[in-house]
């Protein structure tokens, strides 16, 4: 991942406020979205050597969106209200998997990197799930303000670890 990952932080800031409102429509995304980039990554590694480079950004495109097509008729099928409150933002996460692909994050050498953003976003996921359903912020604004003083705390943590 030697770009910058700017755009694939900014493509999943939409979920990441959208679906915590609550902690198990977050823990639920959580899973979906892991298990869809897991099985994209697989997939996308088997594929990646047999095509070509302007092949593989429709090979990517074809396969994120069928894998967030199945997942949408598993959760339309047998958790129907689970599927209505995820609502668009499963169609995000195909857009994160071309993103990822596009940066390089499924390179074998990049096992450091996955497991920081990863665990970055489940982190940022499951506490942001807990506050909102603790503090009853359920509006976007509160989610926005309690994103930016996590990561704000965050930025000071890492800068006073540093300094010692």
């Given at each position: 991942m030697t770009k910058a990952v700017g755009l694939a932080n900014a493509s999943m800031l939409a979920p990441l406020l959208g679906v915590t409102d609550t902690l198990p429509k977050a823990l639920s995304f959580l899973a979906l979205s892991t298990l869809i980039v897991t099985f994209y990554g697989l997939t996308m590694r088997a594929l990646r050597s047999r095509l070509s480079t302007p092949l593989r950004l429709g090979a990517s495109l074809t396969v994120a969106a069928t894998l967030v097509s199945c997942a949408q008729l598993l959760l339309q099928a047998f958790a129907l209200p689970m599927y209505q409150q995820l609502g668009i933002y499963l169609a995000l996460i195909s857009v994160q998997c071309v993103v990822l692909e596009h940066q390089g994050f499924f390179e074998a050498s990049q096992r450091k990197a996955q497991l920081r953003l990863v665990g970055l976003f489940a982190a940022l996921m499951?506490?942001?799930?807990?506050?909102?359903?603790?503090?009853?912020?359920?509006?976007?604004?509160?989610?926005?303000?309690?994103?930016?003083?996590?990561?704000?705390?965050?930025?000071?943590?890492?800068?006073?670890?540093?300094?010692?």
């Open positions: 499951i506490i942001l799930g807990l506050l909102r359903a603790t503090v009853a912020t359920q509006l976007m604004p509160a989610g926005f303000i309690l994103l930016g003083l996590l990561l704000a705390g965050l930025q000071a943590w890492a800068h006073f670890s540093q300094s010692r």
